[in-house]
């Protein structure tokens, strides 16, 4: 892949082949449509978050790949009969459906908004796989006592079933406070 950015008239003609309409050029809208298409033209360090296969009960369910700073594509999960486990699989579903994917530019505040808004076992598996795969530590809070800690230390409390065979947690304790929980 060359090192070249689109141009304008790419990042116009990829969405309007998507059905979508293009805003004028420098407004938010704007902004957001050329970032997104950049993420999926040349992704670096890239985490895609996208809609994978579900299973029964569910229609689907979150899958991840990373692209990391030079452009290699790692799968993380890719489940049911969307998961993509190939770099070419993903492009192509990624072009095909925008709109099933959400790349993020993995920087510490979009990980913090990230911990906020998905759900824990996904945010407690991610961090481990990036410790454990690259290297890269993803802090976490402490639903207990605030501590950021690193992610790949962290646990998961009380864990409940969400209505498929995927489980969660209400909480991501730090190993202090998942140490007292096991005295309780
Ligand atoms: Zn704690």
Request: hydrophobic share 35%; proline share 6%; with cysteine.
């Amino acid at each position: 892949m060359t090192g070249t950015l689109p141009t304008v008239a790419d990042v116009i003609q990829w969405w309007t082949s998507h059905g979508q309409e293009v805003p004028p050029e420098n407004t938010p809208e704007w902004a957001d449509m050329m970032l997104t298409f950049q993420q999926w033209h040349q992704p670096r360090n890239v985490l895609v978050q996208y809609k994978g296969g579900g299973y029964d009960g569910c229609f689907w369910e979150y899958n991840y790949a990373y692209f990391d700073a030079d452009g290699e594509f790692h799968c993380i999960a890719a489940t049911g009969y969307k998961g993509c486990e190939t770099e070419e699989d993903l492009k192509e579903a990624w072009d095909k459906r925008p709109k099933d994917f959400s790349p993020i530019d993995l920087n510490e505040e979009n990980w913090q908004t990230f911990q906020v808004e998905e759900a824990t076992h996904h945010v407690l598996g991610l961090a481990k796989w990036f410790w454990q795969e690259q290297s890269i530590d993803l802090p976490i809070t402490c639903t207990e006592c605030g501590a950021v800690t690193p992610g790949a230390k962290m646990f998961g409390d009380n864990p409940h079933g969400c209505g498929g065979v995927a489980m969660t947690f209400n909480d991501l304790l730090c190993p202090n406070c998942a140490e007292n929980e096991d005295d309780d």
